[in-house]
């Protein structure tokens, strides 16, 4: 993505709101607002948001995962089946 031609003024959004809308909604791609030259907020669409959301949660899970190994905090695959064995099996005495 081209940042450039995705930053507009605040005067553009108070003005093109609805054709905002209608291009964000097409295209997925953010647009950046400024006020007084500077940067102040970025819009998108609904879709794009919770797509980026997914993504940084994701992306958290996976740090973190990093994180345990490094501490050597996780169990070895083997154990972790049989313990589903055995939870599986207990279930199933119910």
């Given at each position: 993505m081209r940042i450039a031609g995705h930053v507009k003024p605040i005067s553009y959004?108070?003005?093109?709101?609805?054709?905002?809308?209608?291009?964000?909604?097409?295209?997925?791609?953010?647009?950046?607002?400024?006020?007084?030259?500077?940067?102040?907020l970025v819009v998108q669409d609904v879709r794009s948001y919770e797509s980026d959301r997914q993504t940084l949660a994701l992306l958290k899970i996976l740090a973190l995962g990093q994180k345990q190994i490094e501490q050597e905090r996780f169990s070895d695959i083997d154990d972790v089946f049989a313990e589903l064995d055995e939870l599986d099996r207990q279930e199933k005495r119910r």
């Open positions: 959004l108070k003005s093109e709101a609805a054709q905002i809308v209608k291009d964000l909604a097409e295209s997925g791609e953010p647009l950046i607002i400024t006020q007084n030259g500077e940067a102040k």
